[in-house]
């Protein structure tokens, strides 16, 4: 399991934050917590196995080589696990949602390298990640991720268990959450193109552009791929919004000083499960409270 | 028309030819040429004014101005009009493949702001572009075009014209050849990071998969939509791989030395057009034939 995890950015992966815990949980309470941290971790390992299948190391080998690396060299995020969970929440099959949890980690792949391309007016590099290759390199293998996420997703289609209309409604979902309404707008904001306001309300709009709306768009997709109503997926995908707005604003340095922001966006996400009535949320919730995901068993 | 037509690049469009052309043609091809010369720039406009309709400057005004302005700062792509007229070779109605021209050109438009970004390995800029943005924003709005070009072509979906599993294999047709087998493939080998043979070895290798395989992909996506028989597909995709192959040499520097090539690939494509027998090919060959698209009438 550890090695498995390994690669787990500890900003953003919820399995991370165990030992921090001061709190010692009840024998039953850990049950609970373990059979949420293996549902997590075998979703996780499934969207990983799923990536690397299809991103074979093959010829030619100056294209995939770095392909594969900054694929895999980015942190995770949650949102593709969500995507996964929403379509079982509402029935769906796990394999149903696999393409598109593999396209949203790899949009968010190709973001994440190109945020951290050296630009000359980018003076100095930006921490976190380690570069391997070239500039131009990590320019082009970005640009090459993003429409070989979605080839995957447009692939994925198999009429016997998902219309390709609802294939295509993915698509739509997981460009426009990634694209210039999206995730880019995100970057903009980030990079102090505009000012929206208080360095406060900034964060916030980042944090909704950015990881809100990629798991608004995880959990809408998933809902969606796995049969779920049009109230269950505006549902899903509400919960999605509020619990990826959490995960950005903690991940920030002022998180300490947001602490009301965060509960108010965990009161929201909360909200949106009580209204799925009849609906194994626990495992989805667990989202938004790290501790219970992430505690260890000893 | 002048002015329609005057933002074209001078080193890809085939209108642009015509004043260098020393034989003086008979009337009667005369009128030929108009026909052909107005058709192309008919698809051209409607392409066009497709894509204006598609991107309007709306809030995020700093994310959206870019993206209009570099949509349309790219050279014209050939195509993205191919992708029309093997549509309507086909048979189909025009309209039925604006989303997909227009998505090729949004690909390309977004490799060329991509290639003409100044990262810290390229010292110096390079030339063809008038940067009116900083490095930082040209990088984003790539980032944006390309998932836009394929949101739009999966909005497109009209399922009592065009079934969506033929608006997936559309998309899978477009990622394949923008993505890292294609044309992402190209810009390496472009940049030397492969030494594949000869420096004419280079060339050709570059043309395929950049201008080739954006144009065979035109050709074959318009006749999938157009609802062509999977023979004139791969009909109309070799044809495209060749006419493209052709468009991409010319605008090298070593084309002057390059001539049997050129000649040889512009057999190859008119070949595959006689095979497309009842089908009129006039409009579509003079693709490779720029001076009988280009003439003037005087």
Known sequence: MATRLSHFNHKTSFFTKSRSNPRRPSPRCIVAMARTQSYWASVEAEIEAYLKKSIPIRSPETVFEPMHHLTFAAPRTTAAALCVAACELVGGGRDQAMAAAAAIHLMHAAAY???HLPLTDRPRPRPG???????NIELLTGDGIIPFGLELLARSMDPARTKPDKILRVIVEITR???SQG????QYQELGLDQLGSEYDIIEYVCRKKEGELHACGAACGAILGGGAEEEIETLRRFGLHAGMVQGI?????????????????????????????????????????????????
Request: zero cysteines.
């Open 129 to 135: 990640i380690q570069h391997k290759y070239d500039p």
């Open 183 to 186: 995730m880019v707008d995100g």
């Open 177 to 179: 959450a990634t694209g």
């Open 250 to 298: 903690q991940g920030k340095k002022k998180a300490g000083l947001m602490e009301e922001k965060i509960e108010k966006l965990k009161e929201l996400a909360h909200k949106e499960l009580k209204s799925l009535k009849g609906k194994k949320t626990e495992l989805i919730s667990s989202l938004i409270e790290p501790s219970v995901a992430a505690v260890q068993i000893s």
């Open 113 to 115: 390298t190109h945020e």
